[in-house]
């Protein structure tokens, strides 16, 4: 269903010697660690590949409310009522800074949303799976804000300028949403049985599609060399899945929950969990469209790009009227 919107790189990462001055004179200036703003001059592959990433990732914030906004009329108390719609709102400001964050690339927010609509352009794969109860919006906060972060942090020094700076805001907000999430769970794991076997089944099912967040193993990631070599990525993805795993098992623990992989077990001499891989035939599936809320997730963004066309609309006409006036 998926092909990229704007194919980015495909062939191998050149060296400094491969590279025209201009190229060369760009990586070193990558390399030294200075920032990159959007009037100055890039490779194209480069601002391509930030489109991609930036406007995959806006969508996904955008995308990420649904699941949680199926929550908001049903939270069990005022309190976490208030404080989900707080989350899902913050989640929707993620969205604009990053269209925001792209357009400074050359491309317009309708021509994103666009590709979405049309399966030309990908959101995270974790969005295509439904919350069925209260504790898995513990365990989206838990573990997809968790995740979430830990892929973010290292961005909030990558070499884009207004990428980079987006970042700061929202890993602040992430934080937040994280211990949020963890909060919940702490409540349903020392609540009644029935709670903490929610809370468990949560886990059992988010377990897998999170550690499928960080993207295909660093062999199967097409895009990982490049975009490190541009600092467009800070690390590779078995990088952070593994350090994602190693912070969130003693979580699980301090839970009193069981993750459900019977190979998680500390590795001393790695000084790190070893941990098996998820199901990679379940997450090209999802990517292909074929998850269990593909469908719904994107007809729900088609059905309310649709219903806003009367608010765009009504606004084109009133910049078009004032237009003249403004001229005289
Ligand atoms: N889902 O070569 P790589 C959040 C695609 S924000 C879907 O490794 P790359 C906040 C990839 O696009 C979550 N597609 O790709 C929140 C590429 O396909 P393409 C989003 C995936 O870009 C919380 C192909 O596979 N975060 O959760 C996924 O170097 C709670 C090959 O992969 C970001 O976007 C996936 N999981 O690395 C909101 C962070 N993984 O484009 C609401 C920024 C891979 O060629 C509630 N993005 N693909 O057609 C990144 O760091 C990177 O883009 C990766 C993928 C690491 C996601």
């Given amino acids: 269903m998926y092909a990229q919107m704007v194919k980015s790189t495909g062939s191998a990462v050149k060296s400094l010697h491969e590279m025209t001055p201009q190229e060369r004179a760009f990586q070193e200036r990558v390399d030294a ?30 995308v990420g409310q649904l ?16 404080i989900l719609l707080a989350k899902v709102q913050d989640e929707a400001g993620h969205g604009l800074y990053l269209y925001c964050a792209a357009e400074t690339l050359g491309v317009s927010r309708d021509e994103l949303y666009e590709a979405l609509h049309e399966g030309r352009m990908k959101y995270s794969s974790i969005f295509n799976y439904p919350t069925l109860t209260w504790a898995d919006i513990g365990a989206v ?4 804000d968790g995740a979430a972060i830990m892929n973010q942090v290292p961005l909030q020094r990558c070499s884009y300028g ?7 805001r929202i890993c602040k907000e992430e934080s937040f949403h994280q211990r949020q999430g963890f909060d919940i769970m ?9 709670q903490k076997e929610m809370a468990q089944d ?30 467009i990525k800070m690390n590779g993805n078995d990088e952070l899945r593994q350090k994602f795993v190693d912070l969130t098992a003693p979580q699980a623990e301090f839970l009193g929950l069981t993750i459900p992989d019977p190979d998680l077990k500390w590795n001393e001499e790695r000084g790190h969990y070893d941990y098996s891989e998820p199901d990679w035939d379940e997450f090209f599936e999802v990517l292909r469209g074929n998850g269990p809320c593909n469908k719904e997730r994107l007809g729900a963004r088609i059905e309310a790009w649709d219903d806003g066309a009367w608010v765009r609309e009504g606004l084109m006409a009133n910049a078009a009227k004032r237009r003249p006036m403004a001229a005289e």
Avoid: C
Wanted: proline content about 8%; aromatic content about 10%.
């Fill in 33 to 62: 660690g200075e920032r990159i703003e959007p009037k100055e001059w890039m490779p194209e592959g480069y601002r391509k590949t930030l489109i991609r990433q930036i406007g995959q990732h806006a969508h996904s914030e955008i």
């Fill in 67 to 82: 699941p949680e906004g199926n929550w908001i009329t049903r939270a069990p108390t005022l309190e976490r009522k208030a």
């Fill in 141 to 144: 906060g838990w573990l997809v």
């Fill in 162 to 168: 207004p990428y980079a700076r987006a970042m700061v």
């Fill in 186 to 194: 702490m409540k349903m794991a020392n609540g009644t049985p029935e």
């Fill in 202 to 231: 949560a886990l059992n099912r988010f377990w897998g599609p999170s550690l499928m967040m960080f993207g295909p193993s660093d062999e199967h990631s097409v895009h990982s060399a490049q975009s490190m070599a541009w600092k």
